[in-house]
């Protein structure tokens, strides 16, 4: 799933790749993608601690705003991925948690990641 422009808004959980074997790819390039009120789930059943697959995640000249990201289960053995670069920006409100035991986060030089109080 690709975002390059504009405002995207979702007002209930937004679930990629939840079940074990599946890979979710989400790249935001410009634009905003906003998760107001609830989670934003790759690679994730959509529940803390729960199932689910791989997560890739690129962040890149956009801003992605949620009340929650959960990232990767790890199921299937492969590494999930969260990477902000260029002039990428994610705000979260409540709190971002990676699960599974092989994930990979990064911050470019350029990329900013938030964590609003």
Do not use: P, Y
Not at 72 to 84: E, H, Q
């Amino acid at each position: 799933m690709s975002f390059t422009g504009g405002t995207n808004q979702m007002d209930s959980t937004f679930i990629v790749a939840s079940t074990a074997n599946s890979t979710g790819t989400v790249s935001l390039t410009g634009g905003s993608f906003f998760v107001t009120s609830s989670t934003f789930s790759i690679g994730n059943d959509g529940t803390v601690g729960g199932t689910g697959g791989v997560a890739n995640v690129t962040v890149s000249g956009g801003l992605l705003q949620a009340a929650s990201i959960l990232v990767g289960d790890n199921s299937s053995g492969s590494a999930s991925s969260f990477n902000i670069s260029s002039n990428g920006e994610v705000m979260v409100q409540g709190g971002l948690r990676v699960n599974g035991n092989h994930q990979r986060w990064h911050a470019g030089s350029d990329g900013r990641a938030t964590a609003a109080v």
